[in-house]
Every structure is written in structure tokens, then in C-alpha cells.
């Protein structure tokens, strides 16, 4: 893992460790030239120290006093104010000793920062994108204006972008900075498009979405398909095309073995096709005479059903898409409404 | 064995009082505690709770106190002898399967006294069966406590069984002790008939609080050793 | 007094919260209880004074005097009436009320049941039903230990008082989880009797039918033969089949199959009025037949069939109460959830769709102080703690209205 960290505010005047070693290092030098021996008289007596000791502390004060010459130039650089085109015209590798602000970039581990920018080797290796900053990339925003055209001010809702442009192509171009100019991934075509803008019946609706499959996604009504297996994203495109007019058109068919469809394959639970119907059915146009037959499943002529039945339906088809407690209660108004004969007393909660 | 504790806590508790040096205490009593001595021990039911005087309260504000015991709790129900019994029971630290056995066993003795009470049809009658299981045990117990106990002493190359009085403490670890092992005593595996540890001790339960059974027969053989070893009783001075 | 005041708030945070917790309740319960007692008066007043002469009974607030379940309606709720001895025996001998509820039962000497929410939706669902029309399904449901075997005995005891020929199956997996013995069956090859199930079902039937039965005369519709020599003539007594059936295991399975056609065949002809309590029903669409010694048999059980048949809506003059249950489901450690759909499966719901769902829910606030003072009466809450609001507040929190668990924690107490 790595972490490349910006703060918000860059310390000002904030000087690494590294500077500071080499401050100690200058100051050790400049302590050490007392204990020179050529610089004592030769005709001093020169006495044998077995331990030395340190005569000239109070001098060393000052030469602690001392400061280092400061080679970087980021330290004298503002990050707010700098001129940032001039620090860093065009795409190269990480320099510490240019960029005025702590970067770190690391493996982090537990208690410890990420390393900083000297010597950073991982921070050399990623690409930087120091040379376009978002002034840069406003500067050129405005220095190519002069050669596009307006965006049409009637599509000003995303409605109305939606009717007039239904469909909807995406696809990604690539720059490099390498020898080609070509990229594999640019030849990927998506194509996106929302169902309600085709026309589609109930038949053609389900075999659509069985043709299509985890392409198309219920919640947005949106269909997907991307395309990639041509060289060209001009193939690409056409083979989108072909795709979701081959679809279209085959949803509308009818082949011959699709009345042999049984419920068990159908896509969502219809109340009437079912049992329940059926039950339901035989219940309300039950008489004395139908005695003794084990089971009978009539069906219901849509004009003889009841507001009731239909409630019940609903009911049942809610129970069977997601079971849950609201959905029994509301089965059990709807069914007693219909299974008995005088109401029952409905008790307080 | 445990007097002989108690007599090395007491002499150290003298020592330290003369003044030995707190180490050698430490030297001497090994203690396995989390805490260290200065840790009192908390009071955590709310009955108790309600009994400290205002001064106790005081005395306990500044000082560090222990945490509860995952066995103390402040339920309306909770019962310190009970814990001991499940305590008792226990074997290798499955806590919770003792307490299952034990309440097994309290509500058997609570089913055969409720139903006795039931059936019996007259007031007198009805005032005369204990039906509350925890005071059944309460009362057991009580009856199982015996009052004086053997310590062996060896006298010119002889063990005697010298009869000493014991506290209260050692009274009750002695009962539950009984309590427990005569009801472990059971017919080999072979020709188990379904009677359970938990059958077992309910009747032990019962027996005992009517002052029968095999733990208070222990309890009365003990005191008939006393009394036949009470000749040897200066033995525990001299 | 101060620092006492918060020394109790440092010691026991806990407590004053759980106390604090239950004052609520309290308050819920007394005013329930008063109301209660004020109820008293009114439906049991006229039975009361003309029973007792000398001295009247005070009843208190969480009984009813009122036996007859027939006539119990909403001023009884969450009250306990007594099942009358010998009914109880004719209904329970032979299973009925959940096992650690017989138990409780013979300790106390008395078969108590409360009157609940459910069983008065039940009463008032069968009530309003139409008897000429096709039987109606209904079918209990809920968490286990919140009542609903309970509530299905209620239901048996009232049709016992109405007079309703009853088929009350106790438990579904006394046959299909945990049967004694499985044969293959001679009839229907390729699935298994339990034949000695089956003639304890037939048992329990001519015991709890025992009054219709010797009253009605009820004959076999057609001849039956199931031996060379065992044959059963047209216009015998019906009592020979059961008899036949209890005598000739073997034949059990096949037995409750034609007596409970026969049953659908008198209740059309306007016979009897048929009741069918059956507990545990999703039990019967177990995909398989497990015995005793925890065997599993990859077969299904002939004795499911004749109380499939039964619950279907082919037949008149009956209705029909059944009870999902989690602890009935094939493989009950698994079963997450206890609505009707998950429990039944597809196939069990398109069996008995239409069918009128009544949740039994936990118990609410009224219930458990009816219970408490229940068990604090029948002796089976003696720690002078349970007998204290706050040891009340204690068992209320910790069941969480499940009456199960309520009756388990109060077992040692």
C-alpha cells in the first residue's frame, strides 16, 4: 500500500531532518579546530592529557551560532504564491528538491509515517502529474475555446437530452507519451440505452430480457451491452448496433414451441395462470352438486371477477415476490373478505 | 488441612502486625490474584447495596474495587449458596451445565411438593408442605452442617482422630461436599434406570431438609466419631 | 444520604435502569388489572351467583369462571379458565397441549388455558363461516413458545362444546419425524406406513368422539375389504372401522384414509359438522419419513395423505384450523423464518390457498401479568423475589413475552 499525502497547509519555512543533521555535522567541524595541535604555541610546554578536556566550550557557542548555505531552492519557494508552470514546465520524473511542499510516499506502517520525499524511490517510480495542476489545465481549456463549438442551449435539461439522444455511446481515448499513439482499450464500445425509449410488448418485453440477460438492470431500466472482441472501434460500434437491432427484432417473433411455456419458466408470478386463481375460482362457483369429485380447479371468467378477488390476487402475488408480515396481514383482510360469509367482528388491536 | 492454613494466615497476620518486613509476606503467601490486596471486593446486589450504612459508603468512595464475578449479579433471584452449589457441581468449568443440572433438580423437588399441595385439599394440611425449592435447600443445607470435625494428630508414632469444633465456613463447604457426593453415588452405567444426578439430588434435597436421608446419616456419623475420640481432644493443645 | 443515593446509582446503573425500565409496565399492569377486576363483575356474575348459594367465590382478576369456550369473547381476555377435568381428559389423554404444558398441568391439578387474541379471531372466523359452502382453511402462525399449540387446544375444546366431530391430529411429527415403526405399505406401493402410529391416531379419535359416535349412528358408505377375511360391510358402524383399525395395525394407514372419507362424506351430507385441528401442519410436506432411531426412510408416509386429503377444499359443512410451526420443518435448526410461505414451500401453500393466516403473537402486557399471577397462585413462582414488582419485571424482561420461556425461567424459581 501506498500513500502519497499533500497537506492542506504546507508548513512554512519548515526545515527537513536531513538539514538539521547536516547543521549538527558543521557545528562538530567547527568545535574539533580548537583541538588542533598546530595552532598551540610550540614553545608551550605541552602537557600530557591522559583524559583531554574540553577547555573551549564557551567558543563552540558560537560557532553552534553558525548557519549552513541553504542549496535548496525549494526553500525558497512559496506554494502559494509560486509560479508552478515555471517549476515544473513538463512531465518527468519526481525531483524532492523541487517541489516545495513534504510529500510522503510509503508502505505505512503501525506508529510510523510513510517516508518522505528525499531519496524516495517509489515516488520516483509513479508517474507525476505536477506539469498539469488545475491552473495549467484551465490555461489550455481557454487557449483551445477558439476552436470548439457551443454546446446547443435547447438541450438544456437532462430530459430533453434523454429524448432526442436515447442512446447513448461511450467510448475512451487514450494519450500517451510513448512512440504509439494507439491504445488497445480505445476500441471498446458501450453502448447504453433505456428500455421504455423501444417499443416492446408484454411477449416481446420477456424474451428481450431473456435474450439480453445481466445486461439489462431493473432499477435504471437501463440496457448495456459493450462491445470488444474487433480490432476497431468502428467494428466495435457497428457489431453494438447489429447486437440491439438483432435483439430487438428477434423479442418480436413468436416461434411455435413458445406456447409450450409452463409456469415454472415464467419470469414473474401471474395470479391468473396459477393455482390460487384457479382455487380461488372453484371456491366462488362451487355448488352441492360438485360433491364427492377429490379435486376440481375451475377457472374464472375475467368479467366474473370481483374487486375482492382481485385484491386477493395482489395479495398472494405480494406473498410469493417477498413473504413478509405486512404482506400475510394484507392476505389475510383479502381472504377473509372473500372466504366468509358474514364478516367477522374485528377485534381491537 | 485447611485449619493448618488458616493457623499459617493467622501467625503471618501476627507477624506482620510485629513489624517483619513486607516482603518475606510476600515470600510466604502466594497469592494468584489479578488484583492486588489493597482491591476491595464489591458489593454488587442491590439489597446489599441498600444495607451499607452511610459510613460504609464513605469508606468505600476512595478505594479500588474489584470487578463482579461473572456469577454475581444484581437479579431479584440471585442467591450466593446457590452459586456455591452450582459451584459445587460443576465439573471442568462447565458452569452452565451445572446450573441447567441444578435447576432440574429444583424443579423436580418443586414439582412433587406443588402437586403435593395441590392434592392435599385442607388448609393444615397444605401449610405443612414446603414447597418453595430454595427453601427446601436452604434448609438442607442447614441440616447437613455438621459441628465438629477429626483433624488427625500424631502422638508418640500414633494417628490420633482428634475431634476440633469448626466454623461456619467449613461447616457449609463440608455439607455441599456431602450433598453433592452422595448424590454422584449411583448403580454402574450398565444398569442405569434413567435416575439422573439431577433425580438424585432433588431427593437429597428433600431428605435432608426433613432431617433424613444419607447426608445427614453422614453428618451423624461424623458426630458419633467426635464423640467416641473425645478423649483425644486435648491433643489439639498439647 | 446523598452520597447514598449515589453509590446506589454507582453500584447498580444496571438495576435502576431495568427498574426504571419496568415502571412503565407497571403502571400498564395495575391499570390492567383494575380493569380487570372491574371486569369480573360482568361476564361471570350471572354464572357465579347461580352456582354458588352459600358463600360466593371471589374469583380473581386473571381467572374466569366461564368454561365454555363457546362463550368466551373479548371482556375474558388474557384470563385463564379451567378445562373441566373430565373433558380434559377426553381431549388431552392423548396429546393435545405441548409437553412441558401437560406436565405443568399435572402438577397443578388442573388444565388452565388462556384466552387469547387468536383463538378469538379463530372462534370469530369460524362463527361467520358459511357451512354450505367448501371448508375454510386457517392457519396459525408465529414464533415458537408464543402459544400456538395452545391456542389450537383452545380451538379443540371449542369444538368440543359445539359440537363439532372433531380429527385433531397433536403433532404432525409424532408420525412423520419421529414414527415408532415403518413398513412398507401393501396398498400404495412405493411409500411407507406407520402403522403403529396410525392406530394411536385412531385411538385418540374415538376417544374425543366418543359422545358423537354413540349418538349419531354413523354408517360405512361402502363395503371395505383389506384381508381375505378382513372385510368391512356397507351399513356397518363406523365404529367397527375404527375398531378394525386399533385391532389390525397393520391396516392403520389404510383405515384413516376410509374414515376420513367417510367423515368428509357424512359432513357433506349434512351428518355432522367436522372440525380439523391439526398442529404443526407443514410437517406433512417433509420430503421424507424419519423414524424413531433417527433413520431416515426416502419415502413418503401414507398416513400424511388421508389429513392432505382432509385439509383440501373439496367438501362441506367443516373447517379446518391448522398451525405452521418452526419446529415442525423438516430440518428445523435451519428454518429462518416462521411465515407461512417458507414453512409450507410452494407446494404446501397451493394446497390449502385460500386460507385465512392469524398471527399468535407474544404476549403483550395484560397476558403476562396474567400469567405471572398465574403462577405465583399455582405455586410454581415461590422466590419471594417473583412475587415483587421488580422480580416480575425481571421475568417480563427476560422471556420477552414468550410464554415458553417465561414457564422455563420460572421453573426453579
Redesign the interface.
Known sequence: MSLLSFPKMPLKGFKPVRVQLVFNHVARLASSKSYDPKSHDESEFRQLEIRPVRRDRKTSSKARMMMPRDYKRTNNIDPDKADWKSIWPGPRSFDPNSIPIPVRQGRLKPYRRAFDKYANMELMKIPSFFHIPPTTIKAQCEAIKSFCTPFPNQLNSKEKCEEHFPLTVITNDYLHSAPTIRDPLARIVTIKLKLKNIPLDEHARDKFMRLVRDRYDDKTDTLTIVTDRCPLRKQNYDYAQYLLTACFFESWTVEDWESEKTEADMEKYIWEN???AK??A??VK?S?D???????HDTLPADELKPEHLV?GAA?KK??EG???EG??E??KA??E????????G??A | MPLMRLQVCASLSTLYNVGIHNSLRVLLVKSYSVYPPTFIKPVYHPEEIKKLSAEEFRVRLHKNVRAAESNQNASVFHDPLYEKLVNHVMKGGKKLLARQIIEEAFLKVKSTQVRKYHLAKDEENRKNILTDPREIFHKALQNCKPVLDVTPVKRGGVVYKVPVAINDRRATSLAFKWLVATSREHEPRRQHTGEYFSDRLAKELLDASENTGKTVKKKIELHKLCEANKAYAHYRWT | MALRILHNELFSHHVGVMQRLLSSERVLSSAARTAAALDTSNPDGGEASNKKTAQPKIVASFRTQESNPTKHKESHLSRYYTVPGDISKTLFQYGGLPKAYEKLCHIFTETAIMVRKPYLEVTNCIESVDFSKPAVRIVLYGKPGHGKSMTLAHVVHYGYSAGFMLVHVPWVNTFMRRCKDASPSESKPGMMDVPIDAAAWLVQFRTQNQHLLKTLNLKTSKPYQYGPRDIIEQGEPIDALIEFGIGRAKYACDVVEALLREIKGFSNSGLVKTMVVIDGFNGLFAPNLKTQRRKILEAKCTLALPFLEITQFDWCNGVVILSVDQLAHHDMFKAESNLPLYLLGKEGWEHIDPFIPIMVDKYDTAEMNSSLDFYIDRRWIQHPGGQTEAGRAELRSLCAGNGFELMNLCAPL
Open positions: 396459477n393455482i390460487s382455487a380461488l372453484s371456491i362451487w352441492p360438485k360433491l364427492g369429485k377429490s379435486i376440481f386477493l398472494v406473498v410469493i413473504e413478509t408480515e400475510i396481514e392476505y389475510k381472504a377473509m372473500v372466504l366468509l360469509s358474514k364478516k367477522a367482528v377485534l381491537k
